[in-house]
T-cell receptor
């Protein structure tokens, strides 16, 4: 169990450019979540997948944002035509099946991908 | 919609002091409640959880009791250490569906001085 891995950890881009973040969840976790966290705030839900199916998208996920999980394993979050307001930490989490115990039905988070749009 | 409100920080304590971080929630259904901790440069880590009213979650000396009557889930620790300095997030799960997504409070920064 290597945890949830996110890449890149930091991305600096110019306004108008496209960026893509990758998340590799814990292998046996079938649910994967994306959150956005701005400075001094708690994480805000963006979207989630069960296997390869995207089951819910937040209103925060404008049409410039797209997320995929093509084979039900890793996921990508792409932001097109970035704006300065997109600057944030993008967090990925995966969920352990409900098998009971301390870790059951909880989200395990990666360290995040920090985006800075100049 | 569902929401979580935490006391504003930063909270600054001396080592071995008693800690309370207040958390109240608004929810339909029967949510599970969580405390996550975020150390500098790291991802959020689950600290403790409670899944029904009157449950007490505990871990690493931290405790929180699910109080349905006051819609609260306050985090406590009897004696804090410098290593407890971090940002603490209260969260609830969506109790009316099975999405598993969490709704977070804004976070409370704890700074413990030697």
């Amino acid at each position: 169990d290597t945890g949830v891995s996110q890449n890149p950890r930091h991305k600096i881009t110019k306004r108008g450019q496209n960026v893509t973040f990758r998340c590799d969840p814990i292998s046996e976790h079938n649910r994967l979540y994306w959150y956005r966290q701005t400075l001094g705030q708690g994480p805000e839900f963006l979207t989630y997948f069960q296997n390869e199916a995207q089951l819910e998208k937040s209103r925060l996920l404008s049409d410039r944002f797209s997320a995929e999980r093509p084979k039900g394993s890793f996921s990508t979050l792409e932001i097109q035509r970035t704006e300065q307001g997109d600057s944030a930490m993008y967090l990925c989490a995966s969920r352990q099946p409900g098998t009971g115990g301390f870790g059951a039905n909880v989200l395990t988070f990666g360290a995040g991908s920090r985006l800075t749009v100049l | 919609g569902d929401s979580v409100t935490q006391m504003e920080g930063p909270v600054t304590l001396s080592e071995e002091a008693f800690l309370t971080i207040n958390c109240t929630y608004t929810a339909t259904g029967y949510p599970s409640l969580f405390w996550y901790v975020q150390y500098p440069g790291e991802g959020l880590q689950l600290l403790l959880k409670a899944t029904k009213a009157d449950d007490k979650g505990s871990n690493k000396g931290f405790e929180a009791t699910y109080r349905k009557e006051t819609t609260s889930f306050h985090l406590e620790k009897g004696s804090v250490q410098v290593s407890d300095s971090a940002v603490y997030f209260c969260a609830l799960s969506d109790g009316s569906s099975n999405t598993g997504k969490l709704i977070f409070g804004q976070g409370t920064t704890l700074q413990v001085k030697p």
